[in-house]
């Protein structure tokens, strides 16, 4: 289990205002996504690229391919022209986007898609992006040090159906903690998980990058598990969804879309330095080397495609029956097959 460094970073008040602008970015809801549905959209720029709409989460630090795909010209060199919207509503309106044509593709997390994506939405996963970013945080007073010890206690979320509660939900069932029974979830909005715990009200915290590194390095936490443990260490988290019929009427598209960002995933991996400073101007108050390590400890070097990504669609398929968020007569199998699209063979 990958563990949290010695060096901890006092907390400051730019840093506080970030994380309480990160938390509620998605305010700003898709503007320029309605205005773009409402209008005729050309097929290709100027230059002869195709052009497309992405949305993703922008105050993510796990979506920094997606900026590198652009400044880096990964999506030139596949003769695309991306825009990029920031989309902060529920994932069911993002799918809706997606398969409706308000949007093209979207980068998310696969512990929030797959239930949705479980009730039809025409929208086909072409690839994982990375593994890692979400942490279960502890004080190291309170004797917290493994997930057994979570029995009796209460976890603060920033949303009952997250990712990192939904992972950590499934962990703890697979450590014989009944997660509904055994274990208390509390909801916070997310820059108030570290003042919950400060305060005695849970008794550890569990989300996402770059929102619980903060928390963890500003308040000198334990990080007691984290989503690239034993044998979610080679598991992606994050992955790209494509509009059906995109994929059905020009597959040329989506696999110069998916072709791309997989190579400014690598790219990520191999720089993340760079990457970091690409990604910053997203995370005001956040110091590039403080982004350079986040990218560090995620596995943008794992990014899957084919029958290995359809292969870790199925086992959270599986993994969600556990907790009781997938359908128990759902066949994890056909259903992975199902919301599958190889556009890259």
Known sequence: MQRPTDENAPANLARREWLREATWMGGAALISGAALSLAPRRARADDGRKLLTLSWNAGAICTAPVPVAVQQGFFTKHGLDVNLVNFSGSTDQLLESIATGKSDAGVGMALRWIKPLEQGFDVKLTAGIHGGCMRLLATRQSGIVDLPDLKGRTVGVSDMGSPAKNFFAITLKKAGIDPDRDVQWRQYPANLLGIALQKGEVQAIADGDPTIWYIRESDHLYEVSNNLCGEYEHRVCCVLGVRGSLIRKDRAAAQALTQAL?????????????????????????????????????????????????????????????????????????????????VLT
Request: charged share 20%; no cysteine; glycine share 6%.
């Open 262 to 342: 997989l190579e400014a995933t690598e790219w990520t991996a191999n720089h993340p330095d760079e990457a970091a400073k690409i990604f910053a101007p997203n995370a005001p108050g956040a110091t590039v080397s403080e982004l350079s390590a986040m990218l560090r400890s995620h596995t943008d070097h794992h990014h899957p495609v084919g029958d290995a990504f359809r292969h870790e669609i199925a086992l959270y398929a599986d993994d969600l029956k556990t907790v009781g968020v997938v359908n128990q007569g759902t066949d994890s199998g056909q259903f992975a097959q199902r919301v599958y699209a190889d």
